[in-house]
């Protein structure tokens, strides 16, 4: 199954700042509706599964905070269709993706973040460095993002 989340942000909300800490807030980016919000055209021609939708709302990092065109979460699709293991891939590492793997392996899936398929937006934020591994279950979600097992 392929699934694909973007940012789809309204044009009110706290979530933007023409002064940004880029932690809470952000410059203006992927503004419903505009070309800012867009699948990337070199992804936009792919046959996806579920389009999942995130910051409809406020600021959302993890594609577990969005919701699908038909309102499901990505929780619900994946349940749906018996998936067990993710693999979750894109922009940014520190952000989204790491919010996106985390949640995942907190639902109790399986987790694998292709790191050569994702970009940081902070380079000093590295996966390793900035996923919490706590316990047993996100310490192999660690060990498979470094050893790419």
Not at 78 to 102: Q, R
């Amino acid at each position: 199954m392929k699934i694909v989340t973007q940012d789809w942000h309204p044009r009110s909300g706290e979530h933007w700042s023409s002064d940004p800490n880029f932690v809470t807030t952000w410059p203006v980016h992927c503004a419903a509706d505009t070309s800012g919000a867009r699948i990337h055209a070199s992804l936009a021609e792919q046959p996806w599964d579920v389009v999942i939708r995130k910051g409809l709302h406020e600021g959302a990092y993890s594609g577990f905070d969005g919701l699908s065109q038909n309102g499901s979460t990505l929780a619900e699709e994946l349940a749906a269709a018996s998936i067990g293991s993710v693999t979750v891939v894109g922009f940014a590492t520190d952000h989204c993706v790491k919010a996106t793997a985390l949640d995942a392996r907190r639902l109790g899936f399986d987790v694998t973040v292709l790191l050569d398929l994702c970009a940081v937006l902070h380079q000093r934020r590295q996966m390793r460095r900035s996923l919490k591994c706590q316990t047993p279950a996100s310490r192999q979600c660690h060990q498979k993002l470094r050893t790419g097992a």
